[in-house]
Nanobody, 116 residues
């Protein structure tokens, strides 16, 4: 089983920045599509950002222009730089490494709280 280590979450104020990190060992990291999902209280989990093996990226409209997903295949770490945070970004953030339906691995989640 892959091992995940997530870090960087916490409590911040609106307008602040955070950078989430997710280290994943035990997979062929460079081959995977990497995703950040988030789940706000009382809401369904949503895909916030993804980065493919070729480094192309996609974002949900709500975070475009504020969030940046990246990856370091040598270090086997994925990142989510989050700028200009607002209260609607409050959620548990999950990193996900996806290769196919049988090889889809999830981190345990990390809390991000944005509050005045």
């Amino acid at each position: 089983q892959p091992q995940f280590e997530e870090s960087g979450g916490g409590l911040v104020q609106p307008g602040d920045s955070l950078k989430l990190s997710c280290s994943i060992s035990g997979i062929s990291f460079g081959a995977y599509e990497l995703r950040w999902f988030r789940q706000a209280p009382g809401k369904q989990r949503e895909l916030a950002a993804l980065i493919r093996a070729d480094d192309s990226t996609s974002y949900v409209d709500a975070v475009k222009g504020r969030f940046t997903i990246s990856r370091d295949d040598d270090k086997e770490v994925m990142y989510l730089q989050m700028n200009n945070l607002n209260v609607e970004d409050t959620a548990v953030y999950y990193c996900d490494a996806y290769l196919n339906e049988m090889q889809d691995w999830w981190g345990q989640g990390i809390q991000v709280t944005v509050s005045p």
